[in-house]
């Protein structure tokens, strides 16, 4: 097994920019918003070859943010995303990204899609660029990697308004695949998605990952479908991961209460005829991002939360073979 | 059952659009009873959220209820004057979107805009109205009611704008909340929340929900019977835990099965092969045809509801009946 994305203490802070003005304006108590968002909090974390990791959080948690570091859309402020050694970004000053080896599909495919461009355009444009395929060769080129997705040739020439949000997504997966990546980040790929055709996404993840033998981040806040796809999951919670280990370990016995509490969340389908189910819901809200708890920043919505949970913040530490939670006070069974 | 509180017969409600008629709801039928929570369940485009749309007569051109009837506690809603349905509206029935933060006036505090929604229907003091705020605040979950009544929208996270929209509709304690997919843009645990909320305020003031949502498991922990859409149409309906444990229409089985959450991980879906049908170009006969594993030729003449018991179907082929243990 060799490790093949390696993320080491990567921090993320939104600072807003303020003119000369309204820094005045702020020094005077004006409601200028001068915080900071630590959106993603000292992360580090691994992919091996040939890995799915989920990666699973509610909004705000700093998921999407930790994905785009990866794919190297974001610099973060602190710390470091590789692949295989290679910096995902450059160092030079406004930092760009520097490899084409991972590649990213977005959540809202009526978003992601160009509107004015034809599909083979879009799908080719990235391999043209990088010099993976001709002009002249980018026809059969995208015929591939359209099969591939289960499109027939003929979309090439069509606009993205003429497809349906499944369709669409299957053409932000093949234009991701295009560009060969060793690595792919899907940031909620099947969240805007009905139910039937959110099957068929997932069943084609799995029927590509088993073809191209893809390394996969997967996003998403949906813990049924981070289950299916995933071999392992890391969960978050306002920018820090509190839990990692294998996806049916941690959902069969979780350590941190979040991860518990969080599980204990999502509805099931009920079966019995007196459908008086009760969830333990969490109580209270997410805390804001712009002023986390201090601590363990789930310490005021856990039931088990004690005088050390306010002052320290716990690290992630090995709690078994291949797992990890970042609490100090983890769960037993 | 207690006495029947909402009667959907036949419901039609077309959109006229350039590119033709678009059939959204197509003879729709069904009881509420006084209290009970029925499920709404389709995917996009299957008209269940058009449905309540047309319920509540907040349909609008190009869309128009072209055929069949509402009516609510014996009084027809289809074709009533807008002033009559205008006193209904908040009082009698009333509705939550699934955005709440579109559906919450942005420049008016939650005070004022509960104000408005009670002084709508009667005469009321401020100071009175205000209590009366702060009970119903109060009863829906959000802490520090006194306080929180002078914020405006923009001060409150999405969990807890829903839950002000939930209590604009419970102030005048209707007789039916319409809820459309109101837990769809929360997150899991405040959804929770929420759904744990709904389920015993309906119970504590004996409303009586239609909770419309694409999500089985959602449905399944909230609502006591089930109906299904499809492309405009009532396919299957029945007790919830009846339906999901054994579904007749392959559609609702189709559906089922897609859940990852009923799969082993790792495995392939069962599918349903395709995508739903554009409203405007409805294959003939049964609309789940193209899609469907058990469709013959029997299936391009459209099949009628037929009601059994608790139970209804649509469908020329079902899939086998539970056997009985």
């Known amino acids: ?76 402020t602190e710390g470091c995303a590789m692949i295989e050694n290679e910096p995902v970004m450059g160092r030079a000053r406004s930092p760009i990204k520097t490899t084409t080896r991972v590649q990213m599909v977005f959540q809202d495919p009526f978003a992601s899609l160009d509107p004015r461009m034809r599909i083979g355009d879009i799908v080719a444009e990235g391999p043209i660029a990088h010099g993976f395929v001709t002009k002249a060769g980018a026809g059969a080129y995208v015929s591939t990697w359209l099969a591939a997705v289960g499109l027939s040739a003929d979309a090439s020439d069509r606009y993205p308004h003429q497809f349906s949000g499944g369709q669409r997504q299957r053409i932000a997966i093949a234009r991701a695949l295009a560009m060969k990546p060793d690595v792919l980040v899907c940031d909620e790929p099947v969240a805007s998605l009905d139910v039937s055709i959110q099957a068929q996404i997932i069943n084609l993840f799995l029927q590509l990952r088993r073809e191209f033998e893809l390394t996969m981040l997967f996003i998403s806040h949906d813990l049924g479908v981070v289950r299916h796809v ?18 049916a370990e941690v959902y069969a016995a979780p350590k941190h209460p979040y991860t518990r509490a969080l599980l204990d969340s999502v509805p099931k389908l009920v079966l019995e005829d007196d459908s008086l189910v009760t969830f333990r819901a969490i109580k209270g809200e997410l805390p804001s991002p712009l002023s986390p ?29 291949e797992r990890q939670a970042a609490c100090h006070f983890p769960l037993e069974y | 059952m207690s006495a029947d509180l909402l009667q959907v017969r036949d419901l039609a409600t077309y959109f006229f659009t350039k590119g033709g008629v678009v059939k959204a709801v197509d003879g729709v039928s069904f009881d509420v009873g006084e209290g009970e929570v029925v499920g709404l369940v389709g995917e996009s485009g299957s008209g269940k959220t058009v449905t309540g749309f047309s319920i509540l007569g907040l349909v609008d051109p190009p869309g128009k ?20 349905l205008r006193r209904l509206r908040g009082r009698r029935m009333a509705m939550v979107f699934q955005d709440p933060s579109t559906t ?6 939650i005070g004022t805009q509960m104000r408005l929604a009670l002084q709508a229907h009667e005469r009321i003091s401020s100071t009175a109205a ?52 109101p837990t769809t843009a929360l997150d899991v645990s405040i959804q929770a929340q929420i759904l744990t909320e709904m389920r015993s305020l309906a119970r504590d003031f004996g409303t009586a929900l239609i909770w419309i949502s694409h999500d089985l498991a959602t449905v399944s922990s909230i609502a006591s019977r089930i109906l299904v859409m499809y492309a405009g149409r009532l396919i299957e309906e029945g007790p919830t835990a009846a339906v999901l444990r054994a579904p007749r229409h392959p559609y609702t089985s189709g559906l089922l099965n897609s859940l990852p959450s009923n799969a082993i991980a790792g495995r392939d879906l069962v599918q349903i092969p395709g995508s739903t049908p554009s409203l405007l170009q409805l294959p003939r006969g049964c609309a789940f045809a193209p899609r469907c594993r058990n469709a013959d030729d029997r299936c391009t003449v ?21 056997v009985s243990a």
């Open chain 2, 65 to 84: 209820v072209v055929a069949g009837s509402v009516k609510l506690q014996g009084k027809e809603l289809v074709g009533a004057d807008h002033a009559d």
């Open chain 2, 130 to 181: 205000r209590d009366r705020s702060i009970a119903v605040l109060t009863v829906v979950g959000i802490p520090d009611a006194g306080r929180r009544l002078d914020a405006y929208p923009h001060q409150f996270s999405g969990g807890m704008r829903q839950r002000v929209a939930i209590a604009i509709a419970l102030l005048n304690r209707p007789a039916l909340i319409v809820c459309d997919e």
């Open chain 1, 1 to 76: 097994m060799s490790v093949l994305v390696n993320v080491e203490g990567v921090s993320q802070r939104f600072t807003p920019f303020l003119s000369i003005g309204e820094r005045i304006a702020a020094t005077f108590g004006s409601n200028v918003e001068t915080r900071t968002v630590h959106a993603v909090d000292n992360v580090s974390l691994q992919i091996v070859r040939g890995e799915v990791l989920g990666l699973v959080g509610e909004s705000g948690c700093g998921k999407s943010t930790l994905g785009r570091i990866i794919t190297g859309i974001l610099a973060p």
């Open chain 1, 230 to 247: 995933s071999d392992r999951v890391a969960i978050m919670y306002l920018g820090r991961i509190v839990e990692t280990g294998r996806t």
């Open chain 2, 104 to 109: 919450l006036n942005p420049v008016l505090s």
């Open chain 2, 302 to 322: 459209a099949p009628e509801l037929v009601r059994s018991g608790l139970r209804a179907l649509r469908c020329h082929h079902p899939m086998a009946a539970e």
């Open chain 1, 293 to 321: 708890p201090s601590g363990c920043h789930f310490h005021l919505r856990c039931p088990k939360a004690a005088a050390r949970c306010l002052a320290d913040v716990p690290r992630l530490a090995a709690t078994g073979a």
